[in-house]
């Protein structure tokens, strides 16, 4: 194995269930890989809730952590929306706007962004979305990321992923715009983060989804990937891609091994 420098840790299903539900050996590992000095970063596709609330969820549920460690889409977003002076309809909960004070939002025309949402994904907010995008053909839509489903404490729930293709669907030509991971430059933002761009292959991705955490830019960067047992993984995931480095039942193995087998 190579040596390791840094770690990228999804947080639903890897970490936590639902809002305050630990994964197995969660806690415990991760206390243990900030006493072996190794450097990590929380990367996370959740789009209902802002960087601070995502902070309040860990630390209320038992992690020791801070904001700087958290890396989302969210902000990436808000980036990109200022860059291309956009005054977009926000498909996005009320925890998660936040993160985009200062963006124009009264009357939207000429963008569409959207996360996960469950208070907006109906269909007069969803036909709202199809309006703009239908009469404007430059009209972005963005999915801060496109994932088909996440697991909660009773069970496993939609992602944004089904309503983005929807919107496709209905406006021939739109193909989104997607932010988070899977996305090469989402990882790469966060190895930049760690100042390990030019050491992907001493990092590692550890995530309950094979495609969203370890699919697509992960993999082209060459990230050391595995996979947890927890969360959304179903039996037989793995299988999905026989690349992935590795397989373990929750975090707390993960970390074991990865203390276990390190070369410094
Ligand atoms: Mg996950």
Redesign the pocket.
């Known amino acids: 194995m190579n040596s390791i420098r840094g770690i990228l840790i999804?947080?639903?299903?890897?970490l936590l269930i639902g809002n305050s539900q630990a994964c197995e050996g969660a806690i415990g590992g991760l206390k243990k890989l900030r006493e072996a000095g190794i450097p990590f970063r929380f990367c996370?596709?959740t789009t209902k809730e802002s960087r601070s609330a995502i902070l309040k969820k860990l630390i209320d549920s038992g992690f020791d952590t801070n904001k700087n460690e958290i890396i989302t889409t969210l902000s990436a977003c808000r980036d990109l929306i200022i860059s291309r002076k956009l005054r977009p309809l926000l498909l996005l909960e009320e925890d998660a706007l936040e993160d985009f004070k200062g963006v124009p939002t009264e009357e939207p025309k000429d963008a569409v962004v959207i996360g996960l949402s469950p208070s907006n994904m109906r269909y007069d907010m969803l036909n709202k979305a199809f309006r703009i995008l239908i009469n404007n053909q430059d009209a972005p839509l963005i999915a801060l990321h496109k994932s088909k489903y996440?697991?909660e404490s009773d069970g496993l729930s939609l992602g944004p992923g089904p309503f983005v293709s929807a919107l496709e669907y209905a406006c021939e030509g739109v193909k989104a715009i997607v932010i988070g991971k899977p996305e090469k430059s989402f990882f790469e933002s966060a190895l930049k983060d760690m100042d390990l761009l030019e050491k992907a292959n001493h990092v590692v991705m550890i995530?309950?989804?094979i495609e969203?955490?370890l699919g697509g830019g992960a993999k082209e960067l060459g990230l050391i990937r595995y996979l947890v047992k927890t969360?959304?993984y179903r039996s037989g995931d793995e299988l999905r891609d026989p690349t992935i480095d590795g397989v373990f039942d929750n975090f707390g193995k993960f970390v074991d091994f990865i203390l276990n087998n390190i070369k410094k």
């Not at 999804?10 to 890897?14: A, K, N």
């Open positions: 999804d947080i639903s299903g890897t996370t596709n996440f697991a995530g309950d989804d969203q955490d969360g959304k």
